[in-house]
């Protein structure tokens, strides 16, 4: 399992597993996580979940594992994802949020991953 970040949040207090921080946007860690899906690695986690429009928040975490081929459905769910993340920043661009709302987005993004983690481990 790879965890794919540009959460600060999630690279602090994630000491237990792989985690590939990187310092770029939204759309940046689905183009990251498009390549990686091409080396054969597979989604574990949605691109776009949460409710929080890909628009408004700065932060995506995305879970993967690696596969022995290319997964179709992984590299058809992440352009999907890109494509719609896309929309959203040309039709209006992610504001420059104050540190305090950057924050509240950080913990957003971390939450949804560690309940996401805390499913995977029960399924």
């Not at 790879?2 to 990187?22: A, C, G, H, M, Y």
């Not at 939204?26 to 429009?53: A, N």
């Not at 459905?73 to 959203?88: G, H, R, V, Y």
Request: proline share 4%; glycine share 4%.
């Amino acid at each position: 399992m790879i965890i794919i970040t540009n959460n600060p949040k999630v690279k602090e207090e994630v000491q237990d597993r792989e985690v590939l921080f990187k310092d770029t946007t939204y759309i940046g860690i689905l183009e990251t996580s498009r390549d990686l899906i091409h080396e054969g690695y597979e989604l574990l986690s949605h691109p776009l979940y949460g409710s929080v429009k890909p628009n408004e928040t700065p932060y995506r975490t995305i879970i993967l594992k690696q596969g022995n081929r290319l997964d179709i459905n992984s590299l058809t769910l992440i352009e999907e994802a890109i494509i719609t993340a896309s929309k959203f920043q040309n039709n209006k661009k992610t504001p420059a949020w104050t540190e305090s709302v950057q924050d509240d987005f950080r913990v957003i993004d971390y939450d949804i991953f560690y309940n996401t983690i805390q499913r995977m481990q029960y399924e």
